[in-house]
């Protein structure tokens, strides 16, 4: 039987040499089973034609059929839109755009008959379809039951290359194709996952006989997508486990235990003490640990560092906690040793403003082991640093890490130290696993009790006069203000420009208060002197860019407003959001922005103004987004080109394919029974011209 993978598309009746270079160059489609993996994105049900009297509020996507009786434009600017009254004898119903109108009421014609496809919502007690799909009435006719539809460019349908056109060339292509199909899955895995046959799935994934066939197909084929991507990644993860014995922590010991009793000012929430446990579990194995902790902002995770340190410690082994400005490593700093104070470790912090003399004691403890647990910056993985002992290091804040320096970290010991990770940049659990395959991942979802959660609001910034009226009483409430203002890159003069202005502009405003201002060019020192005016009360409001964004703790702090919030991502908006509501005080958050939007910032706003939690938030960025865009995903650089599967959405798909694929290299860890076979064939195809996903983490 011959490859497919090596059937040139041209020789497709319906393709031929120039459609063969244009699905080429367009898109990247060579062989038979390109074509074959081109999928449809989309499939319209035209087995059933509506009345418009049968329509109710909540209906999925229907069809209709009739004629446009009326064109009527209303409103200006961005609230302009052309409505077309559409009726069939029965009823009648508003067709609605926002976009593209005068092209729209080019297009169509009052008294022709048109099959009008979307879905109906109930508006002002009025049925409309908003952006509905229109086709002359007859095209229908020919193409019963479930239509599917190609994505074709803008070249290609110039060359009357478009999905109609798509359509007959895959079935084509059917009919010419050696069936049926070679599996690409072996027996088990396919019982064990409930999935149907390759060979099924690629007919109806094409030519659907069924909704229900429909959806076995897709569901196949995006497993098996999911499936191949994890056992790949899964692979290396293994073979570097294997390599990497870790030591082991064989007690909890008295530092644990006595602080859990004496020194913790509050019962641990549950989620915090499921982390610990986990965290315990992977430092006694034997094995090193690479975990990944998130938790949204203030959901208490140095406490976690702090007691998996205390794990260390009791195991003779020093630990480490590094964060990515001085600011964080100082607050850490005072933190930890206030709370560890009673055991009597010793506690130094690390940073590059140290002075020389200092630096050298703190290089002393930690050679000769009389340091337990150090805080710090990049300090400290500079090569002059050595430990006695290094068990474990904990990251806080990941995205600012690169690879690179956490792989210094690595050489600091005879053995990788545990390594734990801690980010409160959520990233939904589905992306973590494929872009992170080689860390654990533990989340802490859930916050400490008796946190008033924080009122989020969105203003133009022609209404300032109200707000700032707002903001005095809360000063005089006896509370502080953070005004963050937008610096796209730290060394934009314009940006800076920007913040200053912002400054003199508040001094103004608020002659009675005190306004301090904190950015990236400043100085360390500079920066701190900032900071603590603020942190001690001296100073009211704080007018800074983005550098606060990460882990300031200031409880007192009740008003963050965000300027320009339209420039920022949601992660961003979130961090940011995070420097506040960590009082008993009600907090706020105010999001300005200038009446010109776009549909995706009033989006992302509108998210903002909903909700809360970082997980929904993170989730919602990568449906607006996309993967491709996440923060850490640019990071390692890997392009999402899935077929058919979308992390965003297929959560559950991916877990399953998780733990098939994981099930599969715990019995095979080589791939070498004679049924898995086939599983290093397609891992080869699959991966051979992709990247090393190995190198990822
Ligand atoms: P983040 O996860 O953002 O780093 P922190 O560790 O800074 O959060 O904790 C936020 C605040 O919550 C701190 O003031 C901390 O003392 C407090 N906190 C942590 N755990 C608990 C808990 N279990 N109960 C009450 N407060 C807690
Ligand atoms: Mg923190």
Same mark, same amino acid.
């Given at each position: 039987m011959p490859d497919i993978s090596s059937l040139d598309i041209k020789y497709i009746p319906g393709v031929g040499p120039q459609r063969a270079i244009l699905l080429n160059k367009e898109l990247n489609i060579f062989s038979w089973e390109d074509l074959l993996t081109y999928y449809p994105y989309k499939y319209i049900d035209r087995s059933r034609t509506y009345k418009i009297n049968e329509i109710t509020g909540n209906m999925p996507y229907i069809q209709l059929r009739g004629f446009i009786t009326h064109f009527e434009t209303t409103g200006e600017g961005r609230a302009r839109r052309l409505t077309a009254r559409f009726s069939d004898g029965t009823g009648e119903i508003e067709l609605v755009w926002f976009k593209g109108i005068k092209y729209i009421a080019e297009k169509y014609k009052l008294r022709t008959e048109y099959t009008v496809f979307g879905k109906p919502t109930v508006f002002n007690s009025r049925l409309n379809i908003a952006h509905?799909?229109?086709?002359?009435? &007859?095209?229908?006719?020919?193409?019963?039951?479930?239509?599917?539809?190609?994505? +074709?460019?803008?070249?290609?349908?110039?060359h009357s290359l478009n999905s109609k056109v798509m359509q007959k060339i895959m079935q084509n292509l059917w009919n010419g194709i050696p069936l049926p199909l070679p599996e690409t899955?072996?027996?088990?895995?396919?019982?064990?996952? !409930?999935?149907?046959?390759?060979?099924?799935?690629?007919?109806?994934?094409?030519?659907?006989l069924s909704p229900d066939l429909l959806r076995k197909a897709q569901f196949r084929l995006k497993f098996e997508e999911l499936f191949y991507l994890q056992l790949n990644i899964l692979r290396f993860t293994k073979l570097q486990q294997h390599k990497l014995g870790g030591f082991r922590f064989d007690t909890i010991g008295e530092n644990f235990n006595r602080f859990y009793r004496e020194?913790?000012?509050? #019962?641990?929430?549950?989620?915090?003490?499921r982390v610990l446990r986990e965290i315990r579990a992977d430092v006694g194995s034997g094995k090193q640990m690479n975990r990944l902790l998130q938790g949204d902002v203030g959901s208490g995770k140095t406490l976690v560092a702090l007691m998996s340190m205390l794990m260390a410690v009791d195991n003779g082994f020093q630990a480490c906690l590094?964060?990515?400005?001085? /600011?964080?490593?100082?607050?850490?700093? #005072? +933190?930890?040793?206030?709370?560890?104070?009673?055991?009597?470790?010793?506690?130094?912090?690390? +940073?590059?403003?140290?002075? %020389?003399?200092?630096?050298?004691?703190?290089?002393?403890?930690?050679?000769?082991?009389?340091?337990?647990?150090?805080?710090?910056?990049h300090a400290l993985i500079e090569d002059t640093v050595g430990f006695s002992n290094l068990g474990l290091v904990v990251i806080d804040e990941q995205h600012r890490f690169?690879?690179?320096?956490?792989?210094?970290?690595?050489?600091?010991?005879?053995?990788?130290? !545990?390594?734990?990770?801690?980010?409160?940049?959520?990233?939904?659990?589905?992306?973590?696993?494929?872009?992170?395959?080689?860390?654990?991942?533990?989340?802490?979802?859930?916050?400490?009790?008796?946190?008033?959660?924080?009122?989020?609001? !969105? =203003?133009?910034?022609? @209404?300032?006069?109200?707000?700032?009226?707002?903001? @005095?009483k809360q000063i005089e409430?006896?509370?502080?203000?953070? /005004?963050?203002?937008?610096?796209?890159?730290?060394?934009? %003069?314009?940006?800076l420009k920007n913040l200053e202005e912002g400054f003199e502009h508040i001094q103004e405003v608020f002659p009675e208060y005190k306004v301090c201002m904190v950015h990236g060019k400043m100085k360390p020192a500079e920066k701190d002197a900032e900071? =603590?005016?603020?942190? *001690?009360? =001296?100073?009211?409001?704080?007018?800074?860019?983005?550098?606060? &964004?990460?882990?300031?703790?200031?409880?007192?702090? *009740?008003?963050?407003? /965000?300027?320009?919030?339209?420039?920022?991502?949601?992660?961003?908006?979130? =961090?940011?959001?995070?420097?506040?509501?960590?009082?008993?005080?009600?907090?706020?958050?105010?999001?300005?922005?200038s009446h010109k939007l776009s549909e995706d910032t009033r989006k992302r706003l509108d998210i903002m103004v909903q909700t809360n939690d970082g997980f929904e938030i993170s989730e919602a960025d990568l449906q607006l987004r996309g993967p491709g865009d996440m923060e850490g995903t640019q990071q390692s650089g890997i392009a999402f080109d899935l077929k058919i599967a979308n992390i965003a959405k297929d959560g559950q798909i991916?877990?399953?394919?998780?733990?098939?694929?994981?099930?599969?290299?715990?019995?095979?860890?080589?791939?070498?029974?004679?049924?898995?076979?086939?599983?290093?064939?397609?891992?080869?195809?699959?991966?051979?011209?992709?990247?090393?996903?190995?190198?990822? *983490?």
């Open positions: 509905p799909e229109i086709d002359p009435a &007859e095209a229908i006719d020919k193409t019963p039951g479930l239509q599917p539809y190609y994505n +074709t460019t803008e070249k290609m349908k110039t899955l072996p027996a088990w895995i396919i019982a064990r996952a !409930h999935v149907i046959y390759r060979n099924e799935a690629l007919r109806n994934i094409h030519f659907p020194c913790l000012p509050f #019962e641990l929430t549950n989620a915090q003490k590094m964060a990515p400005t001085e /600011i964080l490593a100082s607050q850490h700093f #005072e +933190t930890i040793s206030e709370l560890v104070k009673p055991l009597g470790l010793r506690v130094d912090l690390l +940073t590059g403003s140290t002075k %020389k003399k200092e630096r050298e004691i703190i290089h002393d403890g930690l050679l000769t082991g009389a340091t337990h647990i150090t805080i710090g910056t690169g690879v690179a320096q956490r792989a210094k970290l690595w050489k600091k010991n005879s053995r990788p130290p !545990h390594i734990l990770v801690m980010t409160a940049t959520p990233i939904p659990r589905t992306l973590a696993m494929t872009v992170y395959g080689d860390l654990d991942v533990s989340v802490i979802d859930e916050l400490p009790p008796g946190r008033k959660p924080i009122q989020t609001m !969105h =203003q133009y910034d022609n @209404r300032r006069g109200a707000l700032y009226a707002a903001i @005095r409430q006896g509370r502080q203000i953070y /005004i963050v203002y937008p610096l796209i890159q730290e060394s934009e %003069k314009s940006d900071m =603590q005016k603020f942190a *001690s009360g =001296q100073a009211h409001i704080m007018v800074a860019t983005t550098v606060i &964004e990460v882990g300031v703790n200031v409880p007192n702090a *009740s008003v963050m407003i /965000i300027e320009n919030a339209e420039r920022f991502g949601l992660s961003q908006l979130h =961090q940011l959001r995070g420097r506040v509501g960590r009082g008993a005080d009600q907090s706020y958050c105010i999001l300005m922005t991916l877990q399953l394919a998780r733990n098939i694929a994981s099930e599969v290299l715990e019995k095979d860890p080589n791939l070498s029974d004679n049924e898995h076979h086939i599983l290093n064939i397609q891992l080869q195809k699959i991966f051979k011209k992709k990247y090393n996903w190995s190198l990822i *983490s």
